[in-house]
């Protein structure tokens, strides 16, 4: 069974940094895509950046390159998304997902997805 448990969410100050965490269970990570999502309430959920399943290459939101980092431990299967310069708006429920056979960070093609953690950027 594909599990997804993220963890690192929190309140941090406009400017500050953190860093999300997502332990994968039930499958590897070579050959799945896997990665970042939000979801402000009220809006859709978009794709923050992923590891493509074909070849691992990242696939990062324009806003977030140079922000947003993402790495993945495939010892531990684990998957981390480190925040730096966050801002007010980056305030949403961070999400990861996999799926394999994927090559872009679109939430519409992903199928399995942990229960979020909230991040909250006040100003």
């Known amino acids: 069974e594909v599990q997804l448990v993220e963890s690192g969410g929190g309140l941090v100050q406009a400017g500050g940094s953190l860093r999300l965490s997502c332990a994968a269970s039930?499958?590897?990570?070579?050959?799945?895509?896997i990665g970042w999502f939000r979801q402000v309430p009220g809006k859709e959920r978009e794709g923050v950046s992923c590891?493509?399943?074909?070849?691992?290459?990242?696939d990062t939101a324009d806003s977030e390159k140079g922000r947003f980092i993402i790495s993945k431990d495939n010892a531990k299967n684990t998957v981390y998304l480190q925040m730096h310069s966050l801002k007010p708006e980056d305030t949403a429920v961070y999400y990861c997902?996999?799926?394999?056979?994927?090559?872009?960070?679109?939430?519409?093609?992903?199928?399995?997805w942990g229960q979020g953690t909230q991040v909250t950027v006040s100003s």
């Open positions: 039930g499958f590897t990570l070579d050959g799945y895509a």
């Open positions: 997902a996999a799926q394999p056979l994927v090559n872009i960070c679109d939430p519409g093609l992903f199928d399995y």
């Open positions: 590891f493509r399943s074909s070849d691992g290459t990242i």
